[in-house]
């Protein structure tokens, strides 16, 4: 169990917040198919929730993952990318039943980017290339685009978030209610960091 607590471990949340530059009028559903690395060939794959595409286009659908394992595989989190599709599925049963999605676009991610961001957060419109011959706009329309934001953060210890709320009752000099620095956010950054120092 030991050496379980030893090992890195960070907190990664996507969201997919809009879309906008989406001429696709459908009965159907739009969502978005996010795909991360799991190491080992293998991928995660976390569907937003289902928007009419004659909606506002917005979702605002967030999904936090803690990622623990070897530096080596830390490492190789950070090195990968996420990939964004927009997909569209068909909400008419056929026959008793709803078929999969098609895919109409589709947008890559480093997680690299977003390490060297300020506060390891990136909040960026990515543009959904398409890979079929179905349209999603017209030729001289703009391409479809797709908000997203990726945090990286590193959890807070027990035992470190004991000595700071020790720290901060005995000096009271931040104002911060209940003892804990909400101020403080320098130290994630720290812990980050130094976790990142072994590689």
């Known amino acids: 169990m030991d050496s379980f607590q030893q090992l890195p471990s960070l907190c990664c949340e996507i969201q997919t917040i809009r879309a906008k530059n989406i001429d696709f009028k459908s009965t159907g559903q739009l969502f978005v198919r996010s795909y991360i690395s799991a190491g080992n060939n293998s991928k995660i794959r976390i569907n937003s929730k289902e928007i009419s595409p004659n909606s506002d286009l917005i979702w605002n659908d967030s999904t936090s993952l803690d ?46 980017s977003v390490f060297e961001s300020p506060n390891m957060e990136l909040e960026k419109w990515v543009v959904m290339i398409s890979k079929s011959r179905r349209r999603v706009h017209d030729e001289g329309a703009k391409p479809p685009m797709v908000q997203i934001s990726m945090k990286i953060r590193a959890p807070v210890e027990p035992k470190t978030a004991e000595r700071r709320r020790t720290r901060t009752a005995k000096w009271n000099e931040c104002g911060c209610e209940d003892g804990v620095c909400e101020s403080c956010a320098d130290y994630d950054i720290f812990a980050i960091g130094a976790a990142l120092e072994g590689f």
């Open 67 to 112: 990622c623990s394992g070897s530096l080596d595989s830390v490492d190789k989190l950070m090195q990968g990318n996420v990939v964004f599709e927009l997909r569209w599925r068909n909400t008419v049963s056929i026959l008793g039943r709803i078929g999969g999605s098609q895919l109409l676009g589709r947008a890559e991610v480093p997680w690299k």
